[in-house]
């Protein structure tokens, strides 16, 4: 006898919003990248919510007035900075000072290797690998000094597992993945924890702008992308949502995550389960 199953959400629906914990982060000042819009805009909200004094850094300067003009009334106060990582001086300088650091900013391009662009390889690869390599060697002197330090890295599902035609993004968060660990092991001594997080496909314009590009490079109509490609391994099928995984970057930054380093937090509904 076959036991009856509960059809779950369509892949578009959004669920019920999880309810937030109460952590107090007054007092402490956080970095994060590519704040404008999706993840990152999420986190930056989420860490003023819970009382940082948070650097919003993009290079999107209207993306970051928007932010700003949704965070009125915030325990913390929220900074947008006009920044583009591929000036690498200038995104160490920037992280000098934070307590917690979150490396979200990323870009992504859908081609087969033979056709990826070089210069969009080596872009990839400045943004989402060597910048936080810059931002980390940043923010280290100051997290060292006080005894005390948060580096959050969003990796990804592709951090730890790769899929055909992401060569750069793959490459880049499988190297994220070992950096985030080098530091972890480096800062331990000095109460400095690196962690990555690992979403699957989330819903953010990075993942909206995929689509196109997915359906191009499996010759799919655009609107079974999703269903058929994105969520085609996934258990639960649906995108993860911004504040689920700005609600775990909270909980890492917390004094309850102190002992959690140098490992990687899945959120994939189930992808990597295969």
Not at 185 to 196: D, I, K, N, Q, W
Request: charged share 20%.
């Amino acid at each position: 006898m076959t036991a009856p199953t509960t059809p779950g959400p369509a892949p578009h629906s959004r669920p019920h919003h999880p309810r937030t914990v109460d952590l107090d982060l007054g007092g402490r000042t956080a970095l994060v990248t590519g704040a404008a819009g999706g993840i990152g805009r999420a986190c930056a909200l989420r860490l003023a919510a819970a009382g940082a004094k948070v650097r919003a850094v993009d290079r999107d300067a209207e993306g970051l007035e928007a932010l700003a003009a949704d965070s009125p009334g915030l325990a913390g106060a929220v900074e947008p900075q006009v920044l583009d990582l591929t000036d690498l001086d200038a995104a160490e300088a920037a992280a000098a000072g934070a307590d917690i650091l979150v490396n979200n900013a990323g870009l992504q391009l859908v081609r087969p290797i033979e056709e990826f662009p070089p210069d969009v390889f080596h872009t990839v690869l400045t943004v989402m690998l060597e910048a936080p390599f810059r931002l980390i060697r940043g923010a280290l002197p100051h997290m060292y000094a006080q005894g005390w330090g948060r580096i959050v890295n969003i990796s990804s599902a592709h951090g730890l597992r790769a899929s055909a035609f992401k060569s750069a993004y793959v490459s880049a968060k499988h190297g994220l993945e070992g950096l985030s660990k080098t530091a972890a092991l480096e800062g331990a001594p000095h109460g400095v924890t690196s962690v990555c997080v690992n979403p699957s496909y989330v819903r953010t314009p990075l993942v909206e702008r995929q689509i196109a590009d997915q359906a191009a490079a499996h010759s799919v109509a655009e609107e079974r992308v999703l269903a058929d490609v994105l969520l085609r391994d996934s258990a639960i099928k649906r995108l993860v949502e911004p504040e689920e995984v700005a609600e775990a970057v909270l909980y890492l930054c917390s004094p309850q995550a102190s002992f959690i380093t140098g490992t990687s937090l899945v959120i994939d509904g189930g992808w990597t389960a295969h």
